[in-house]
């Protein structure tokens, strides 16, 4: 239990492959001090520096975040990352990644919110990719070139495909977030998906890689870098989380964590009694149409 920055400077430097983490941004949880923009990037310049000491040159930080909405007017906090990180010459930006799903807050004069973003840096220009380790199955394996010197042969790669910046099936990173009904739901009110964080993990750390997270909440990254081979240090401020952090491990040591598999989402049954269309909804369906 501690401060994001205590749990940083106590790691040896140059001594971490991976930080993944999702930082507080003034939601109105319990455990977040911050009010405004202006605390969250005084968190960031915060942290900032410890974060570079202890990274491995080649080593990779991924902020995990969303969106700030007041009144009606919306802040894009990885927006508000990059232009803290715009100039700095040594944590170099490789991918914004949009990170959808399809449940969340239903907003009535906005579009509703159904994205977070992944901003991966590297510590440095050279650093650690496993590209195999990430791919998702293709979704027309029967393709073939269809001109140039492999015209008629297979184009797709047969261990996969990138899964691209926007994950989903294929190019579009559709993860499932942590609701009421995922088996992977905790107390924690803002807990993210294992597999998330398990596709960072294979792709930007080695096998017996440390991976850091210090806003560790319920665990997730922990409980991710241990399902992939890798070694874990996090912290938090909250003790209740840190519980639910250590018991989720425990469970994972004896075999019984409930995971949710890193697969698409599941189509509904049209015979399923939720996805059929309610009486009422049809006069107000055909007034609309009308």
Request: hydrophobic share 35%.
């Amino acid at each position: 239990m501690g401060d994001a920055l205590d749990c940083l400077e106590r790691l040896s430097p140059a001594s971490v492959d991976l930080i993944v983490t999702s930082p507080p941004y003034f939601v109105g949880k319990e455990y977040d001090a911050s009010q405004s923009v202006k605390d969250f990037v005084a968190e960031i310049r915060r942290v900032l520096p410890a974060m570079m000491r202890c990274l491995k040159p080649g080593g990779s930080l991924c902020w995990q975040v969303g969106n700030h909405v007041q009144n009606g007017r919306l802040t894009p906090l990885d927006a508000v990352i990059v232009a803290e990180l715009q100039s700095d010459n040594i944590f170099l930006l490789r991918n914004r990644i949009v990170w959808t799903f399809g449940h969340g807050v239903h907003e009535g004069k906005r579009f509703s919110g159904r994205h977070e973003t992944v901003l991966w840096y590297t510590k440095g220009a050279e650093y650690h990719f496993d590209l195999d380790a990430s791919r998702v199955p293709q979704l027309y394996p029967g393709k073939r070139h269809y001109k140039g010197p492999k015209k008629g042969s297979w184009s797709g790669n047969p261990l996969g495909k990138n899964p691209g910046d926007v994950w989903d099936i294929g190019d579009v990173w559709g993860i499932p977030n942590v609701k009421a009904s995922h088996i992977e739901k905790t107390e924690h009110p803002c807990q993210f998906p294992t597999a998330l964080v398990r596709r960072l993990v294979v792709a930007l750390s080695p096998k017996g890689g440390l991976v850091v997270d210090p806003y560790l909440g319920s665990g997730t990254s922990a409980v991710s870098a241990l399902l992939e081979g890798r070694n874990a240090v996090g912290c938090d401020l909250e003790r209740k989380y840190l519980q639910i952090a250590e018991s989720r491990i425990q469970s994972l040591i004896q075999g019984n964590l409930p995971v949710r598999e890193d697969i698409p989402v599941r189509m509904p049954d049209p015979d399923e009694s939720v996805a059929k269309l309610p009486p009422h909804f049809r006069p107000m369906m055909e007034t609309v149409d009308g």
